[in-house]
Structures are given as structure tokens and as C-alpha cells.
């Protein structure tokens, strides 16, 4: 929408500076666009991750890019590689424990911590996590996501009480540490209370936008006796030139593919559309026979 919108700008915007109605709300709506720009692209690409559909797509991509969070493994016979979550980015600390058979003292917890702490853990918040079945490590984890980040995590050894593995977020693919920071500021956490009043901001503009941008189709929407249901969607695409129509046809069926509830949405666009232009056809060829 943000990137549709720019470009709506550029093929419209007028040559020299005009002051009227229309086009000081205008300029407020397209400068409330590129003052959040960046922000719109942002919130929209860490926003996909928690989707449901569009959120395993997202998954896969970043899979098939290597640009998934890095996780420690947590098996001890070293059998198996470590399960990438592609969702760690959104793990928070209210996650619940994990259900273990292994039997557990309370004396292990303060010895699975004096052990990461050696190992260079240094973040105010961990999570210490017992191991979920026999032949599997402690997990210890950073979780302080506020800036500078610090999400190091180790695997330990409750027998011995060694490292097995541990991850560096300096070690991070520069994709995976943009998404940790992505989805950090998204959240609100990355910079405190800077970042969630920055937010509060862009929220409180993004609704100012909205509603001018229909004050805007309030002040141009044609008449009553202008008023033509025949000019569908699909009639303003098939105006446009041959490459035009080739390159949003393309980016539109992959764009429903990846993001499927819009495309639905648009596919329902679509219909309500069609059902709009048999209904004004039909009243047509009506008043043509009386």
C-alpha cells in the first residue's frame, strides 16, 4: 500500500504548487506518506513473520537464503543438527516451560547459571531452560533485546556442567540480526521507552493519513449523475498499456500467492466488482428496451 501509494504520487503530482482544498489535503496525506515510509516497510516486513499463511512463506524464504536465527543444539550425542526456529525472533519470556521426565534439584539451576556466566553470558535477563529429555543439555539463553542486543546462548552439559555449544549474535547473518532488530523495535523493546513513544507517534499519524486520505475521495468522488458502476477495477487495469498490464498482473499473482489472505481479498474485489457490472449492464439494456 505504501510503495502503491508513492507511486500514484509520482504519476499525479502536480507540476507547480496549487492551494486549494484538494491539494493542500493532498500534500499533507503524501507527506504523512514519505515521512513514514520507511517505518510502513518496516512494520509490514516483520509484521508478515507472525502471520499465520504469509508467516510460513516468509519462513521459507529466509530457509532457502540461510537467514534463519541461529539456535543452539541442545543434543548431547551430537547425532543431530540443531533445529533452526523460525520464529525465535518472537520468543519472549512468557513462553512456558517445557514439560521434562528428568529429575531436577534446585542446586542445578544456580550451577547451570555459574556455569554460563563463566562461559561470557553477561545480559541482566536469562532464561535458563532444563533439559527436556534424557540425553539432551540446558539451554541458557540471553534475552535482553533492548539496545545494545545481547541474545548469546549456550548448551550445557548437566553431567559435567560444560559448554556443548553456544551462539554469538555477533556471529548472526547480517539478515538474521536485522530481523532481531526488526522485530525488537517493532515490539517496542529495542530502544525503551524512546522507541514505544516513537510508535505511539507513527500510529497516531498513520490514522491522520487514513482519514484524510478518505476526506479525499469524499471531496472528488464523482456525482450521482457521473456515477458509473461499469468502470471496474479490472476496466481501469485493462486501460493501461500492454507492459503495465504484463508487470502488475505478474506482481500481483505472486504477491497473492505469497501474502494469501490478499489475495483473497482481492480475488473478493474482484467479484463484488463483476457483480456490479452485470447488475449496471443489466439495468442498461432494461432502460434500452422501455
Partial sequence: AALGGIALWSMTRP??????RVQNNRRLHVSLGWARLIGMLLFSATGLTWSQWAGS???KMRAAFGWLTPQVNAQ?????????DPHAEHHMRHGAMEKTNVPLRVEDFDEVLQA???SGLEAGKLEIRPPSASGRAWTV??????????????????????????????DFPL??????????FHMGILFGLANQLLLIVFGIALCVMIVV??????????????????????????????????????????LGLALPLMGISLALCLAVDYLRWRAATAMTEAKSVE
Avoid: C
Wanted: no cysteine; hydrophobic share 45%; aromatic share 8%.
Fill in 15 to 20: 507540476r507547480r504548487r496549487i492551494n486549494n
Fill in 57 to 59: 512463506n516468509v519462513d
Fill in 76 to 84: 548431547l550425542e551430537r547425532t543431530t543438527p540443531a533445529i533452526q
Fill in 116 to 118: 554460563a556466566r563463566k
Fill in 141 to 170: 539463553n540471553e534475552i535482553d533485546r533492548s539496545w545494545p542486543t545481547q541474545v548469546d546462548a549456550v548448551a550445557i552439559d548437566g553431567s559435567n556442567m560444560q559448554v556443548v555449544d553456544r551462539t554469538h549474535f555477533s
Fill in 175 to 184: 539478515m538474521a540480526k536485522l530481523t532481531r532488530w526488526g522485530v525488537d
Fill in 213 to 254: 486520505g478518505y476526506r479525499l475521495w469524499w471531496i472528488r468522488r464523482p456525482a450521482s449523475s457521473a456515477f458509473n458502476p461499469a468502470n471496474t477495477l479490472l476496466h481501469a487495469w485493462l486501460g493501461l498499456a500492454w507492459p503495465a498490464r504484463l508487470s502488475i498482473g505478474v506482481i500481483t499473482v505472486m
